[in-house]
Every structure is written in C-alpha cells, then in structure tokens.
C-alpha cells in the first residue's frame, strides 16, 4: 500500500475530515487513521474537549457564530494507549501487517490456528496468525512441523504501542496538507 500526497483527493464538497491527536500531539491512531467528520470536531471544539491546531480555509457559519473549520484538533484530556487491544480481526491482521505469515500473501486473509483446534489449539493472540487462504487449506489440521509450514513471525498478545507502530506502515489515500506535521509513516512520502 502506498500513498503519494500529489495523488490525494481533493476534499470532497463538505467533506472535511478532521484529524484527532491526543494531549501529547501524537494521532490516536495511525491504522485507521484517527478521523472524525467536521461536524464532530465543531461540536467538540464547543464542547471545550479540544484545542483546534490547524483548520481548512473554509469556514461554517450560523446566525450566531462563524469559525474556520478544524482540520486538526488535539484533545484536551490525555487517552491512554496503555490498555490492551482488543482480539479482534483487524487488530490481528494489522498484528501481521495484512500478509499471510507462511507466504506473505496480503489475498484472501483468513485465521490460522498454529496448534490446530481439533489438537486443543486455543483462539489466542499467540496461537492464532493471519494465513491467506491457500496456505490455510495447505495447512489443514496440522502442527506446522507436519505441514512444513513455519510462520515468520511468532504469535503474540501486542500493545497498542506495537500495533499504532504496524500502523504506521499503512498510510491512508487521502492525507490533508495540514496533518502531515503530525504524522510520522515508515514508508517513503513522495514529495
Ligand atoms: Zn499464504
């Protein structure tokens, strides 16, 4: 996956996505990229939860107020990242960065239990990985010493520090100018 800046969609008419930081200036997330539409951030600038940091030339107006509106805010109050993530399939693909962990195949992604289930295999952080589908049949019910199939990585119940970093692997399509000084990608950003 990569993204080039030149090739980002103009924003759309009235669609003015905004991007949230935390109290420390870091995104909430990177995979997906923390966004809320401008009418969240509007709401929240006026619920006094977030400084505005930078905005779009355009602006919202009512009878009672005009205000430019935020492209990033940053909240007020600090959200822990260290809470556990949860099991979930997107938290486990990103855990393997969207590739099959035999074959590094990002098609057809499916679950593979290391120790099978019928071999009492739990569903687990660490005994479950991403496998395309191929891989997964391949496999069968098998340990893979038997199926001759070792993953590349080795299983593991990651932090949110761990998967915000895997996340920074996946930059989104569409970045606005003004968050690019608060975003930090691991892959090269065309000029
Ligand atoms: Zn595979």
Redesign the pocket.
Known sequence: MNASIRDAIPVAQGNYPCLILNADYQPLSYFPLSLWSWQDAVKAVFLDRVNVVDHYEQTVRSASFEMEIPSVVALKDYVAQNRSPAFTRFNLFLRDGFE??????PDELTFDHLIPRRLGGKTTWQNIVA??????L?KGGRLPKDAGMIPQIKPFRPTMHQLQAQGRRFPPNHLHESWLDYLYWDVELEP
């Open positions: 099959c962990v035999y074959c590094q195949s496998a395309c589908s191929k891989c997964n391949r």
